[in-house]
């Protein structure tokens, strides 16, 4: 089995090319960690790939980085759903306040 990391990894596979301050980042957690990891097809296998991400010390930066270009698998330490469900959130326009009925 190749082991290679998902941000390091030169396949065709990322929709968009990995930032190299992702890809190069000497103290990733995913760094020698074998690429299906980050493709699970079991919740089990979720889990698993989370993990891997617990603490990284780029968690944040790849995980907006996958959302911004719609990456599938998990990145940053998030499902592509999870990372769709919070793009959607963030566009929905706050609510607007509600103000007391004022008695006349
Ligand atoms: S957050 Fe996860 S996928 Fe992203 S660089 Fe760290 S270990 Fe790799």
């Known amino acids: ?32 960690v074998d690429t299906e990891v980050f493709f699970p097809v079991s919740e089990l296998g979720v889990l698993q790939a989370r993990l891997v991400c617990t603490g990284c010390p780029v968690r944040v930066a790849c995980r907006e ?19 769709i469900a919070h793009r959607h959130a963030a566009t929905i326009p706050a609510p607007e306040p509600v103000r007391p009925a004022v008695a006349a």
């Open 1 to 32: 089995m190749v082991e290679r990391s998902p941000v390091f990894d030169d396949d065709p596979g990322p929709v968009a090319p990995v930032p190299v301050e992702l890809s190069s980042h000497p103290a990733r957690h995913c760094l020698g």
């Open 65 to 83: 980085w996958a959302t911004a270009t719609g990456q599938y698998g998990i990145w940053g330490g998030t499902t592509r759903e999870q990372r």
